[in-house]
């Protein structure tokens, strides 16, 4: 489990109303886009480890190094905000679960994914976020059976619209799990059948209930090829405030 947040006073620059969560949001680049001249990381923000694991990045993919730096460096960015220290100085630690949390700071939970990042906050909420590129996927059919509930494979395949359609959806379930795992700091990874999403609710919120814990779940509108998801506990639905994104951009 993760220690207990104490101490922490929010920053001059950024404040939570009642029960926010600040939606934050980057882009990145696509594959052969290329939004950095070069990966200076002798430069940047990012800590001795957080540099390591580009390095191992480099090796394997320049376009993936280059979004780990841009995607951590958004986060550091955004956290120094929110605690009045700088980028550099921040310290990310890690829950026994692998939850990256601040101990002087706000929850949080970054997703990134092609094109674009995407950052949740919260003043003490245990919230989870997942973002996915809407694309086909290969052996589709093998990823409903293996993955989703009755429940979900109903609501992805009983219905009479475009193949587009069901595509959608199936990303809409699959990031509806990956936040709750991520909301419980992958205590429930591997479970993924396990977890039944389709909740009582309307207009892309709804709340379930596992074990006693209810976890809220809204669709975030991040923009038209992707499908976002964030997971909140508790019963009681969170005010999403958009914090650096168009105003057409809604819950």
């Given amino acids: 489990m993760k220690p207990t947040v104490t101490g922490w006073k929010e920053s001059a620059a950024v404040h939570f109303v009642a029960n926010e969560v600040h939606i934050w949001t980057q882009p990145l680049p696509h594959k052969g886009e290329d939004f950095l001249s070069r990966l200076d990381i002798d430069t940047c923000v990012l800590s001795q480890d957080e540099i390591e694991r580009v390095q191992r990045k480099q090796k394997q993919s320049m376009h993936d190094a280059q979004n780990l730096v841009m995607s951590r460096t958004f986060l550091r960015e955004v ?40 950052l949740a906050l919260a003043a003490h909420t245990e919230l989870g976020i997942d973002l996915e590129y809407v694309r086909p996927l290969l052996r589709m059919s093998a990823v409903i059976r293996r993955f989703l509930t009755e429940d979900e494979k109903c609501y992805v395949l009983n219905h009479r619209e475009e193949e587009q359609v069901t595509i959608r959806r199936v990303w809409q379930v699959l990031t509806q799990k990956e936040a709750w795992i991520k909301a419980c700091g992958q205590s429930l990874s591997g479970q993924w059948r396990k977890l039944n999403t389709m909740g009582e609710g309307l207009d892309g919120h709804h709340v379930v209930e596992r074990e006693g814990q209810h976890y809220n779940f809204q669709s975030l509108n991040v923009g038209p090829n992707y499908s976002a998801t964030l997971c909140t506990t508790g019963k009681t639905r969170p005010l999403v405030r958009w914090m650096n994104v168009a105003d057409d951009k809604q819950s």
């Avoid at 956290?79 to 679960?97: H, K, P, R, V």
Wanted: aromatic letters at 12%; hydrophobic letters at 30%.
């Fill in 79 to 118: 956290l120094a905000m929110y605690t009045g220290q700088s980028a550099s100085d921040i310290y990310i630690e890690y829950g026994a679960s692998g939850k990256p949390y601040v101990r002087c700071g706000p929850q949080f939970n970054l997703s990134h994914t092609e094109g674009c990042c995407v």
